[in-house]
C-alpha cells in the first residue's frame, strides 16, 4: 500500500510539474519572481495557485476517510515565489476548499493549508531570488511535516489520526517535498534562461552598437544604413534588415533584397504606425508587411522607431521568414537596438554641433590678425616703396601668401613642410622690419616634414617669440625651430634667446590662468586649447622660460589619424 501512495502522489506531482513548465514561459510569473507583480496580479496568482491546490485534492487518493494528496504543493509555490499575501490567500482558498469536501481529517487539513501558505511565504520572504532546489525541498518537506502534526493535534479520533499520519505521513513529506522543489526549480531554471539569453542579446546589442558608432556619427543615410543594415545582418541569424528614413528605404539587406530595394517609398503600414506613433509595430504576417511580390521569403517583420530630437526620422526593421515569427527575444534586442542607434544619433548631432564650434573658433583666430602686426607691416612696405621698390614687391607678394594661407590653413591638417612655407612668409615680412636684429634657423629633419599637424599651430609661436622675447630687447635675437619625430610623436620646439619669463607669470600659466591674462597673447592660448580639443591627453605644449634667458615651447603631437573629438575637413 505504501509503494502504491508513492505512485500515485508521482502521477500528481508529474502533471503540477507539466503546469509548472507552461506557467514559467508567462510573462506573468517572471514579474511575479522579479517582485514586479501589482495587485491585480497577484490576486490573479492567489486565485491560480488556489486552484493548483484545489487540483490537488481532487486528485488525492482516498484512504482511511482522508485523502493522500498534493494541495500543498501549489499553496507552498504560491507562498514561496508570491510572498505571504499569495501564500495565505491561496492556503485559505485551496483549504476552505478542503474544508467543504468533509471528512474527520478536514477542518485539521483545512487549518494545515492556511498555515503552510504562510510558512512558506515567510522563507520565500527571507530568501528572495535565492530559493535554490534544495532548500525548497527542505522547506516543502518541512511545511509537511507540520501539517501532519495539526493532523494529529485536531483530527478526531486521535487512534484514526495516528494511523492515517503513520501511513500516509512519510509518502506526502517525501514526494510533496520533491514536488515543490522541482514546481520551484522548474520556473527558477525557466527565469535564469531568460536572464542567460538577455543576457547574450545585450551583450550582441553593444557589439553592433560599437561597430555602428563610427558610422552613426555621419548621420543616417543611404551609406551609413547599408553600412548598418549589413553589420546587423551578418551578427544575428534574422531574415533580412532594414533601415528607413521617414519617407523611403535607406537600405535592405538580407532576403528578398531583390525586390525590397533602396529608394523606393516605404509600404508597410506597420512602418507608418511605428513613424507616427515613436512606438514599436509588428508586422506578423506577410500581408501585414504589404509586400506585392508573390513570392517573397519575409513573412513576419518588427518595426523599430530611431528617435532624434523628440521626434521620429527613421526605423528599424528586422524580418523572419516564418509568420508569426517574432520571438519576444527578437522584441527585446530590437527596442535595446533602436534605443542605442537612438542614442548614436544624439552623440553624432552633438559632435557635429561642437565640430562647428571648434571651426567658428578656429574662423574667429584667423580673423583676429594682430593689427599691429598688419599695421607695422604695412608702414615696412610703404618705407620700402621709397627706397627699394622691388624689395618693397617682395613684401607684398609675402604679405599676399601670408593671408591666404592663414584663411586656408585653420581648418585642415597640413604638413609641416606646408606649415614651415607659412611661417617663412611671415618672418619674410618681420626679418625687413627688424633687419639684422632678427636671426631665425631651422633645424627640421626630413622625417619630420610630411608629418600632418593642425595648421596654424607653430606661426602663432614663432610670433610669441618675436613679440614678447625678441621685440623688448635692443640687441639682435635668434629664434631657433628645430623638429623632429621621436617615438611616433613629432617633437617640435621654438626657442628663443629673448627677455624670458617671469616666474610670476610662469607660475600663473602652470596653474592654468588664461595666457592672454598672463600677457602671452590669444594666439598662444588658441594653440594650446586646439592639441587639447584635437588630441586630449595624447598631445603635449609645454613652456619653459628664464627671465633674462630666454624661453623654448615644446610640443608633442601625435598622427593625425589619432585626433580626437574633432573632424578636420580637407
Same mark, same amino acid.
Given at each position: 500500500m505504501l509503494w502504491e501512495l508513492f505512485k500515485d502522489l508521482s502521477l500528481n506531482i508529474s502533471l503540477i510539474v507539466t503546469l509548472a513548465y507552461l506557467m514559467s514561459r508567462t510573462k506573468l510569473f517572471r514579474r511575479m519572481l522579479r517582485g514586479k507583480a501589482n495587485l491585480q496580479e497577484k490576486l490573479f496568482l492567489v486565485l491560480l495557485f488556489g486552484g493548483i491546490g484545489i487540483a490537488g485534492t481532487y486528485t488525492g487518493i482516498d484512504f482511511k476517510g482522508a485523502l493522500a494528496n498534493s494541495r500543498v504543493i501549489g499553496v507552498a509555490v504560491g507562498g514561496l515565489l508570491g510572498g505571504p499575501l499569495v501564500g495565505i490567500a491561496a492556503g485559505l482558498l485551496a483549504g476552505g476548499h478542503r474544508m467543504l469536501l468533509g471528512g474527520f481529517t478536514a477542518l485539521a487539513c483545512g487549518i494545515a493549508t492556511v498555515v503552510e501558505g504562510a510558512i512558506a511565504g515567510y522563507f520565500g520572504r527571507k530568501f528572495p531570488g535565492n530559493l535554490t532546489g534544495k532548500r525548497s525541498l527542505l522547506i516543502g518537506m518541512g511545511i509537511?511535516?507540520?501539517?501532519?502534526?495539526?493532523?494529529?493535534?485536531?483530527?478526531?479520533?486521535? +487512534?484514526?489520526?495516528?494511523?492515517?499520519?503513520?501511513?500516509?505521513?512519510?509518502?506526502?513529506?517525501?514526494?510533496?517535498?520533491?514536488? $515543490?522543489?522541482?514546481?520551484?526549480t522548474v520556473v527558477k531554471g525557466s527565469l535564469e534562461e531568460e536572464d542567460r539569453i538577455?543576457?547574450?542579446?545585450?551583450?550582441?546589442?553593444?557589439? $553592433?552598437?560599437?561597430?555602428?558608432?563610427?558610422?552613426?556619427?555621419? !548621420?543616417?543615410?543611404?551609406?551609413?544604413?547599408?553600412?548598418?543594415?549589413? %553589420? %546587423?545582418?551578418?551578427?544575428?541569424?534574422?531574415?533580412?534588415?532594414?533601415?528607413? @528614413?521617414?519617407?523611403? %528605404?535607406?537600405?535592405?539587406?538580407?532576403?528578398?533584397? @531583390?525586390?525590397?530595394?533602396?529608394?523606393?517609398?516605404?509600404? +508597410?503600414?506597420?512602418t507608418h504606425e511605428a513613424l507616427d506613433s515613436g512606438e514599436l509595430k509588428l508586422a506578423a504576417?506577410? &500581408?501585414?508587411? /504589404?509586400?506585392?511580390?508573390?513570392?517573397?521569403?519575409?513573412?513576419?517583420?518588427?518595426?523599430?522607431?530611431?528617435? #532624434?530630437?523628440?521626434?521620429?526620422?527613421?526605423?528599424?526593421k528586422i524580418y523572419r521568414e516564418r509568420a508569426l515569427g517574432?520571438?519576444?527575444? *527578437?522584441?527585446? #534586442?530590437?527596442? /535595446?537596438? /533602436?534605443?542605442?542607434?537612438? +542614442?548614436?544619433?544624439?552623440?553624432?548631432?552633438?559632435?557635429?554641433?561642437?565640430?562647428?564650434?571648434?571651426?567658428?573658433?578656429?574662423?574667429?583666430?584667423?580673423?583676429?590678425?594682430?593689427?599691429?602686426?598688419?599695421?607695422?607691416?604695412?608702414?615696412?612696405v610703404a618705407s620700402f616703396c621709397r627706397t627699394d621698390s622691388e624689395k618693397a614687391r617682395h613684401l607684398i607678394l609675402q604679405l599676399g601668401d601670408f593671408f591666404r594661407k592663414n584663411l586656408k590653413s585653420g581648418d585642415k591638417f597640413v604638413t609641416l613642410r606646408e606649415e614651415r612655407e607659412h611661417i617663412r612668409a611671415y618672418l619674410a615680412?618681420?626679418?625687413?622690419?627688424?633687419?639684422?636684429?632678427?636671426?631665425?634657423?631651422?633645424?627640421?629633419? *626630413? *622625417?619630420?616634414?610630411?608629418?600632418?599637424?593642425?595648421?596654424?599651430?607653430?606661426?602663432?609661436?614663432?610670433?610669441?617669440?618675436?613679440?614678447?622675447? $625678441?621685440?623688448?630687447?635692443?640687441?639682435?635675437?635668434?629664434?631657433? $625651430?628645430?623638429?623632429?619625430?621621436?617615438?611616433?610623436?613629432?617633437?617640435?620646439?621654438?626657442? @628663443?634667446?629673448?627677455?624670458?619669463?617671469?616666474?610670476?607669470?610662469?607660475?600663473?600659466?602652470?596653474?592654468?590662468?588664461?595666457?592672454?591674462?598672463? !600677457?602671452?597673447?590669444?594666439?598662444?592660448?588658441?594653440?594650446?586649447?586646439?592639441?587639447?580639443? &584635437?588630441?586630449?591627453?595624447?598631445? *603635449? #605644449?609645454?613652456?619653459?622660460?628664464?627671465? /633674462?634667458?630666454?624661453?623654448?615651447?615644446?610640443l608633442r603631437i601625435p598622427p593625425a589619424a589619432v585626433a580626437e573629438r574633432f573632424e578636420m575637413i580637407e
Open positions: 509537511e511535516v507540520v501539517q501532519m502534526l495539526i493532523i494529529l493535534l485536531i483530527a478526531r479520533p486521535f +487512534t484514526a489520526a495516528w494511523d492515517l499520519v503513520k501511513d500516509i505521513g512519510l509518502p506526502m513529506i517525501i514526494m510533496n517535498g520533491i514536488g $515543490i522543489s522541482i514546481f520551484v538577455g543576457a547574450v542579446q545585450a551583450q550582441k546589442a553593444l557589439y $553592433i552598437a560599437n561597430l555602428t558608432l563610427p558610422i552613426l556619427r555621419l !548621420g543616417l543615410n543611404k551609406v551609413t544604413a547599408s553600412r548598418v543594415a549589413k %553589420i %546587423i545582418y551578418e551578427q544575428t541569424d534574422v531574415a533580412a534588415v532594414a533601415l528607413t @528614413d521617414r519617407e523611403h %528605404i535607406l537600405a535592405h539587406v538580407g532576403k528578398g533584397s @531583390d525586390h525590397h530595394e533602396a529608394g523606393r517609398a516605404i509600404r +508597410t503600414q506597420a504576417t506577410q &500581408l501585414e508587411i /504589404g509586400c506585392n511580390q508573390p513570392n517573397c521569403p519575409l513573412s513576419s517583420a518588427l518595426v523599430v522607431p530611431l528617435h #532624434f530630437q523628440q521626434s521620429v526620422v527613421g526605423t528599424l517574432i520571438s519576444p527575444v *527578437d522584441w527585446e #534586442f530590437g527596442a /535595446g537596438l /533602436g534605443m542605442l542607434f537612438s +542614442t548614436q544619433l544624439e552623440l553624432a548631432n552633438l559632435e557635429a554641433r561642437a565640430r562647428l564650434v571648434n571651426r567658428a573658433e578656429l574662423k574667429a583666430l584667423q580673423a583676429q590678425v594682430n593689427p599691429h602686426f598688419l599695421f607695422n607691416a604695412l608702414n615696412t615680412i618681420e626679418q625687413a622690419r627688424f633687419s639684422e636684429r632678427l636671426c631665425v634657423r631651422e633645424e627640421i629633419t *626630413d *622625417d619630420a616634414l610630411n608629418w600632418r599637424l593642425p595648421g596654424l599651430t607653430l606661426q602663432p609661436l614663432v610670433e610669441n617669440a618675436i613679440k614678447h622675447g $625678441i621685440y623688448p630687447m635692443s640687441t639682435p635675437g635668434e629664434i631657433l $625651430i628645430s623638429a623632429g619625430v621621436e617615438e611616433e610623436i613629432l617633437v617640435v620646439r621654438i626657442s @628663443d634667446n629673448g627677455v624670458g619669463i617671469s616666474a610670476e607669470k610662469l607660475n600663473s600659466i602652470h596653474d592654468g590662468v588664461e595666457f592672454s591674462t598672463s !600677457g602671452l597673447g590669444i594666439g598662444l592660448q588658441n594653440v594650446a586649447q586646439r592639441l587639447q580639443i &584635437l588630441y586630449g591627453e595624447r598631445a *603635449d #605644449f609645454v613652456i619653459e622660460s628664464t627671465e /633674462g634667458t630666454g624661453t623654448v615651447i615644446t
